[in-house]
């Protein structure tokens, strides 16, 4: 047999044991990022073959927390694509104001910077006082961070920017305090956030939505359980709610394509049909 399809079948009991013992279902993300990302833990784990994984996979509950942190890839930073946040500020934000009071879901939130760029923006279009925001991730140590609001102050200056970019019309200093390292993000916008662990590929509804935020998270997923996730999305959202997806990621082909309407295709963002 060759060695990749050796590899291959290793990889499918890797993932099978690590859902049946754990729960975690990895099983239908994109096969690729996948089996790159099992070759560098088993290339720094001391095991002979992807193989020899398995029983410390199956027992070793810190060895698992080590491989599960390799398929999180919390990256992310204020005001990520800012061009999307204008489109955000100024197609979206204007019909959200019809509503009396907004849920906002952002899904794969990794470390926050999303949620309180977003928060930014509601601040701004005045609408942050009655907008609940709702952040999940499945990595714990990623929602430690968004919850705390810290980040390094050595990254303001390129968020700064991003933040004109993306129509912000004050200093986004307004929004933190800082000292020499680190900047926290202020009271205000952290009490309007509530952080929790979900898993996408195993957990149901969060909550019914008037914005749904899951950016740079499909990618990572196969079709059929982009169409799930894309499923649990249109069934969270009122109608008349929107959609925004990583500027990578797209409606087109999926299962769920015809209860959408295209509000900005480049920005990916896309409204529940009534
Ligand atoms: C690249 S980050 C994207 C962060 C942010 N949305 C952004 O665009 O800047 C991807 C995040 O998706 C999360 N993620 C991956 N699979 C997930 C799943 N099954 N359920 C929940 N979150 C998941 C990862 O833990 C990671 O924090």
């Known amino acids: 047999m060759d060695p990749q399809q050796l590899e291959s079948i290793e990889v499918d009991l890797l993932l099978e044991?690590?859902?049946?013992?754990?729960?975690?279902?990895?099983?239908?993300?994109?096969?690729?990022?996948?089996?790159?990302?099992?070759?560098?833990?088993?290339?720094?784990?001391?095991?002979?073959?992807?193989?020899?994984?398995?029983?410390?996979?199956?027992?070793?509950?810190?060895?698992?927390?080590?491989?599960?942190?390799r398929f999180s890839i919390p990256v992310?930073?204020?005001?990520?694509?800012?061009?999307?946040?204008?489109?955000?500020?100024?197609?979206?934000?204007?019909?959200?104001?019809?509503?009396?009071?907004?849920?906002?879901?952002?899904?794969?939130?990794?470390?926050?910077?999303?949620?309180?760029?977003?928060?930014i923006l509601l601040d701004e279009a005045g609408l942050l006082a009655r907008s609940t925001l709702f952040a999940t991730d499945f990595n714990d140590t990623a929602l430690e961070r968004a919850r705390a609001g810290i980040y390094s102050a050595a990254d303001m200056g390129e968020a700064s920017r991003a933040y004109q970019r993306a129509g912000g019309a004050r200093s986004l200093a307004d929004y933190y305090h800082a000292d020499a390292q680190h900047i926290v993000m202020k009271r205000r916008l952290r009490e309007r956030v509530t952080f929790a662990n979900h898993n996408l590929v195993t957990d149901g509804v969060f909550t019914e939505a008037h914005l749904v935020l899951c950016r740079n998270v499909l990618i990572y997923f196969n079709q059929a359980l982009q169409d799930r996730v894309l499923g649990l999305f249109r069934d969270t959202l009122v109608r008349g709610g929107y959609l925004c997806l990583g500027t990578r990621e797209n409606l087109r082909f999926s299962a769920v394509d015809s209860s959408f309407e295209v509000v900005d295709a480049a920005c990916r963002l896309y409204k529940r049909l009534a």
């Open 17 to 69: 044991a690590i859902y049946r013992r754990y729960g975690h279902d990895f099983r239908n993300y994109a096969r690729a990022s996948i089996e790159r990302r099992v070759r560098q833990f088993h290339a720094q784990s001391g095991c002979a073959t992807l193989s020899d994984m398995l029983p410390r996979l199956l027992h070793d509950e810190a060895f698992f927390a080590d491989f599960v942190t």
């Open 76 to 119: 992310t930073e204020l005001f990520r694509d800012p061009q999307v946040y204008l489109a955000l500020r100024n197609e979206v934000m204007p019909v959200l104001r019809t509503f009396p009071f907004l849920r906002i879901w952002h899904a794969g939130c990794a470390s926050g910077e999303e949620v309180y760029s977003l928060a």
